[in-house]
């Protein structure tokens, strides 16, 4: 297991814990921020993160002025459950957060997803029709095509940002990375007509922009795809660009995720 110390933060008191049941029997859990809004987003980390690190909490509550926010652990993170699977079975992780959600009467949900957590994202949305519009940073096309430049400048950026106060609290339980996997540009196309914005950092070292280009090119319509200078991988991006990231998540959960009164 790789760990730093867990935050010891405690949720805002309108954020309700929340345990979900995988049918592998794996116990997911989150935090459904809850402030009256009629659209709800899925916020999924991506490899060694959490909902509760610095980063991910300031992204909820930052999403939460405009939207509900439920905000989960992937297995093998956090306060879930068993060992991260490397993409091949935490799709059960994310239909179950989608599940609740829709229980709680929202009709329209988003998904934002970083790095593997938007690789899960893709391949969630591929098959789960209750998710109306999924914005998926720096997501890789095929788990090993991963680049690993770990010579780029980029990376001493992110070995900061891990070792320092933001990131506090991350770690991982990994589990065997050689099971059977689903490819992100195997689905991509069969996605639509749910919406897919693909965003990534020009910089990112870890998962190189042509990840997002492949996938960008493959998918159906509607589909964007958004290339920001000077920008690293994933939840760097929303931690070196915060006003860009946050005005592009509004701008397309705001086109792709209108309310019945809205759509009329």
């Not at 591929?126 to 998926?136: K, L």
Request: aromatic share 10%; charged share 25%; with cysteine.
């Amino acid at each position: 297991m790789f760990k730093k110390t867990v935050s010891s933060d405690k949720q805002p008191s309108d954020v309700l814990p929340l345990k979900l049941k995988t049918k592998d029997r794996h116990v997911i859990s989150g935090g459904h921020y809850r402030r009256g809004h009629p659209q709800a987003i899925v916020l999924a980390h991506g490899f060694f993160n959490n909902k509760d690190v610095f980063l991910f909490k300031k992204l909820a509550e930052d999403l939460a002025r405009s939207y509900d926010v439920v905000a989960f652990d992937f297995r093998g993170h956090g306060e879930s459950s068993g060992l991260f699977a490397w993409t091949a079975q935490e799709h059960q992780d994310m239909d179950e957060v989608i599940k609740y959600t829709r229980e709680q009467g929202y009709q329209h949900i988003g998904v934002l997803g970083f790095s593997l957590g938007a690789a899960v994202a893709l391949i969630t949305a591929s098959q789960n029709r209750d998710i109306h519009s999924v914005i998926a940073v720096s997501a890789p096309f095929d788990f090993w095509k991963i680049d690993y430049r770990f010579w780029e400048p980029e990376m001493l950026a992110d070995l900061q940002l891990n070792i320092g106060p933001k990131g506090i609290g991350k770690g991982v339980r990994p589990g065997n990375p050689f099971a059977e996997k689903i490819r992100p540009l195997d689905i991509v196309d069969k996605i639509a007509p749910t919406p897919v914005l693909f965003m990534h950092g020009a910089q990112d070292w870890l998962i190189k922009p042509q990840h997002s280009e492949k996938l960008f090119a493959a998918a159906a319509e509607p589909k964007r795809l958004v290339i920001i200078p000077n920008a690293g991988h994933a939840e760097k991006i929303y931690d070196s660009h915060p006003q860009e990231f946050m005005r592009l998540c509004q701008e397309w959960f705001s086109r792709t995720l209108l309310s019945q009164e809205e759509a009329v």
